[in-house]
């Protein structure tokens, strides 16, 4: 009965906790996150109690207590470790800090904490933490690793806070191995009320083209490769779902991520929105408070209707990977800029970042705009489209070409392109008509924009160059008033290379074609051979 009796005698707080931490530790070991932190949490639990009692008692063991607050520590920490497996950094950023208080110079806190600052680019504060893990004695055997984490830390801050992106090397390699590491970055820019739609995003100073305005991390991307079958409809839907549970998933876990999110338009009474800091924005942003309220799925759901881009927009080039994917992602202050006919931005995409920058000159206080669809096109398929997209553009361009359009002459220059007239004779009629109607500067921009097929068509049909000849105006000449009006393209960068490549290019010509290039890939590709490699008129398509 004795050994039985003992069978049956409950385990002392002491046994149960060696029992947790053995399991809970097992667990870790496996790589069962959701499980270790399930018993981490029991032991923790079990250890804070056990730490009140003894320190109550009349004679507290100190040597006993001490015991208690290193297990403690070590157990928060490994519950942090577990918890950013799951991308729950909330939870398990303040599981670092509880440690840290017990304990300030925790070597396995400290790497833990730093690892997650990272991922949230809080960049200084993780470099922070590693130089002082560095010098524990643990950090002997992680050594090279550790110094690894304190490089790339002062590597993006050092972007982060200048802007100084080189994409070059990586693209003179092929787009070997991974996409760069890329910090968050925010330039001379901020969030107002805009005329065209709700609020956007507007440069606080004058800007050449090409310059970097921002660079931001996706919340959440969804990737694939389309199917012939059904137009991949199918396939986009299930992408589309399961990107939408990785947004709400990644709400959930990260306070930041939630508040972040709540920022964005959900397509209601967007007008009564407040235009959110730049701060909130930047890497070093201050912690925020708790929302205080749940993450909705129905609003995040309506927030990525409006709010979510795609990869193989007009505006957009992705470099380093397959054509054949579709891609869908959700990148918060992109999501602020709004489009325009006669947009001034454009953007990169590499891994899960997204580079804005001036696809042409901008002023200080100019609204960033991007292309949401093919701007090279007439009023009347650009209408269509906007239609497509739920709204009616009412850009400075717009507003121009509704008056050119009533002209009788316009509507027969386009009914005439429609029915297959003469290219050349439609841009000579185009061009003189601009003449008489004394139509100067941007103006001509927009004009050519919105009948580019016809020039394109002309100046890649040696044909047409030789019967009108002086006629029609120079490649150059269309194409930068084109590049002005509505930011450079690839397809207006390939019309002007093709014009030179036959006769050899000039030095002056080469000169021209990298300014516009910077317009089409930006000053993030500062190599003029790499700059080169992607202006091969042969990787462009028409």
Same mark, same amino acid.
């Given at each position: 009965m004795r050994e039985e009796d003992q069978l049956q005698q409950p385990l002392t707080p002491e046994e149960l906790m060696h029992e947790l931490r053995?399991?809970?530790?097992?667990?870790?070991?496996? +790589?069962?996150?959701?499980?270790?932190?399930?018993?981490?949490?029991?032991?923790?639990?079990?250890?804070?109690?056990?730490i009140s009692v003894k320190s109550h008692q009349n004679h507290p063991d100190p040597d006993l207590l001490t015991k208690l607050q290193k297990s403690l520590c070590l157990a928060l920490s490994n519950r942090a470790e577990a918890l950013s497996r799951l991308r729950d950094l909330t939870g398990a950023l303040k599981d670092c800090d509880q440690a840290l208080k017990i304990e300030s110079t925790h070597f396995k806190s400290l790497v833990c904490k730093g690892k997650i600052l990272l991922s949230l680019n809080r960049y200084s504060m993780a470099l922070d933490c590693f130089k002082t893990?560095?010098?524990?004695?643990?950090?002997?055997?992680?050594? +090279?690793?550790?110094?690894?984490?304190?490089?790339?830390?002062?590597?993006?801050?050092?972007?982060?806070?200048?802007?100084?992106?080189?994409?070059?090397?990586?693209i003179l390699s092929g787009f070997r191995g991974k996409s760069p590491e890329l910090a968050e970055y925010t330039g001379p820019v901020q969030i107002k009320r805009s005329e065209l739609s709700g609020r956007g995003l507007f440069a606080t100073k004058n800007i050449d083209a090409g310059t970097l305005l921002l660079v931001t991390k996706a919340i959440a991307t969804e990737r694939g490769i389309l199917s012939s079958e059904d137009s991949g409809e199918n396939a986009r839907l299930v992408m589309w779902k399961n990107f939408v549970d990785k947004v709400v998933d990644s709400a959930t876990k990260c306070e930041r991520t939630h508040h972040l999110i709540s920022t964005l338009s959900s397509g209601e009474d967007e007008d009564k929105l407040e235009a959110p800091e730049m701060s909130l924005f930047r890497p070093e942003a201050e912690e925020i408070g708790e929302l205080n309220e749940k993450v909705d799925k129905v609003k995040i759901l309506n927030v990525l209707d409006v709010n979510s881009l795609v990869e193989d927009s007009v505006s957009a080039k992705v470099l380093g990977r397959n054509s054949d994917y579709y891609g869908v992602g959700l990148?918060?202050?992109?999501?602020?800029?709004n489009h325009s006919c006669n947009p001034n931005a454009r953007r990169l995409h590499v891994g899960d970042h997204v580079l804005v920058h001036a696809s042409r000159d901008v002023k200080a206080g100019e609204e960033i705009t991007f292309a949401y669809f093919d701007v090279l096109s007439p009023l009347s398929k650009r209408n269509e489209m906007s239609k497509r997209w739920g709204f009616h553009c009412s850009c400075k361009r717009c @507003?121009?070409?509704?008056?050119?359009?009533?002209?009788?002459?316009?509507?027969?220059?386009?009914?005439?392109?429609?029915?297959?007239?003469?290219?050349?004779?439609?841009?000579?009629?185009?061009?003189?008509?601009?003449?008489?109607?004394?139509?100067?500067?941007?103006? @001509?921009?927009?004009m050519r924009a919105s009948f580019w097929a016809a020039y394109f068509e002309a100046y890649g049909s040696e044909k047409s160059v030789t019967r009108w000849g002086r006629r029609i105006p120079a490649v150059d000449i269309v194409v930068d008033s084109v590049?002005?009006?509505?930011?450079?393209?690839?397809?207006?960068?390939?019309?002007?290379?093709?014009a030179f490549r036959g006769n050899g290019v000039s030095l002056v010509d080469m000169e021209k074609s990298l300014k516009l290039g910077r317009g089409v890939h930006g000053k993030v590709v500062k190599k003029q051979q790499a700059l080169r490699s992607l202006l091969d008129p042969g990787t462009h398509d028409a």
């Amino acid at each position: 009965m004795r050994e039985e009796d003992q069978l049956q005698q409950p385990l002392t707080p002491e046994e149960l906790m060696h029992e947790l931490r053995f399991k809970a530790t097992e667990l870790l070991l496996r +790589e069962e996150w959701q499980e270790s932190v399930q018993v981490y949490t029991q032991f923790i639990n079990l250890c804070q109690d056990q730490i009140s009692v003894k320190s109550h008692q009349n004679h507290p063991d100190p040597d006993l207590l001490t015991k208690l607050q290193k297990s403690l520590c070590l157990a928060l920490s490994n519950r942090a470790e577990a918890l950013s497996r799951l991308r729950d950094l909330t939870g398990a950023l303040k599981d670092c800090d509880q440690a840290l208080k017990i304990e300030s110079t925790h070597f396995k806190s400290l790497v833990c904490k730093g690892k997650i600052l990272l991922s949230l680019n809080r960049y200084s504060m993780a470099l922070d933490c590693f130089k002082t893990a560095v010098l524990d004695p643990q950090a002997s055997g992680n050594l +090279e690793t550790l110094n690894g984490y304190v490089q790339k830390c002062k590597k993006l801050e050092f972007q982060s806070r200048t802007g100084a992106f080189d994409l070059s090397d990586w693209i003179l390699s092929g787009f070997r191995g991974k996409s760069p590491e890329l910090a968050e970055y925010t330039g001379p820019v901020q969030i107002k009320r805009s005329e065209l739609s709700g609020r956007g995003l507007f440069a606080t100073k004058n800007i050449d083209a090409g310059t970097l305005l921002l660079v931001t991390k996706a919340i959440a991307t969804e990737r694939g490769i389309l199917s012939s079958e059904d137009s991949g409809e199918n396939a986009r839907l299930v992408m589309w779902k399961n990107f939408v549970d990785k947004v709400v998933d990644s709400a959930t876990k990260c306070e930041r991520t939630h508040h972040l999110i709540s920022t964005l338009s959900s397509g209601e009474d967007e007008d009564k929105l407040e235009a959110p800091e730049m701060s909130l924005f930047r890497p070093e942003a201050e912690e925020i408070g708790e929302l205080n309220e749940k993450v909705d799925k129905v609003k995040i759901l309506n927030v990525l209707d409006v709010n979510s881009l795609v990869e193989d927009s007009v505006s957009a080039k992705v470099l380093g990977r397959n054509s054949d994917y579709y891609g869908v992602g959700l990148w918060v202050l992109a999501s602020f800029i709004n489009h325009s006919c006669n947009p001034n931005a454009r953007r990169l995409h590499v891994g899960d970042h997204v580079l804005v920058h001036a696809s042409r000159d901008v002023k200080a206080g100019e609204e960033i705009t991007f292309a949401y669809f093919d701007v090279l096109s007439p009023l009347s398929k650009r209408n269509e489209m906007s239609k497509r997209w739920g709204f009616h553009c009412s850009c400075k361009r717009c @507003k121009f070409e509704e008056e050119m359009c009533s002209k009788q002459e316009m509507k027969e220059i386009e009914i005439g392109l429609e029915r297959g007239i003469d290219v050349g004779s439609a841009i000579f009629r185009l061009e003189e008509g601009m003449r008489r109607w004394m139509v100067r500067g941007r103006g @001509k921009g927009y004009m050519r924009a919105s009948f580019w097929a016809a020039y394109f068509e002309a100046y890649g049909s040696e044909k047409s160059v030789t019967r009108w000849g002086r006629r029609i105006p120079a490649v150059d000449i269309v194409v930068d008033s084109v590049a002005e009006a509505v930011g450079c393209d690839e397809r207006v960068l390939k019309v002007f290379m093709q014009a030179f490549r036959g006769n050899g290019v000039s030095l002056v010509d080469m000169e021209k074609s990298l300014k516009l290039g910077r317009g089409v890939h930006g000053k993030v590709v500062k190599k003029q051979q790499a700059l080169r490699s992607l202006l091969d008129p042969g990787t462009h398509d028409a």
